[in-house]
């Protein structure tokens, strides 16, 4: 009796959150931004996302969340 195993080992599963925010740009503070880009430490985005800022931000569309935000701000401060 032919006896075959197949074991698959997931190593340390990667949860992608499929087309949410780590699909999107978000706006942080600039200096931020900055230090993220030097310690590839993750940080929190405008809408409360705590994320890593990608190189290219231009590779996502904006965070819908994150500009709403930003312009009641903009709209805010110029009042
Ligand atoms: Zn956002």
Known sequence: M?????????EGEIFLDEGDHDRFS???????????AVTGKPIVALCGKVWVPDRNPDRFPLCPKCKELFEQKKAKESR
């Not at 032919?2 to 997931?10: G, I, L, N, P, R």
């Open 2 to 10: 032919e006896s075959t195993e197949v074991t698959q080992e997931v």
């Open 26 to 36: 978000h706006y942080a503070r600039k200096a931020d931004i900055v230090e993220s």
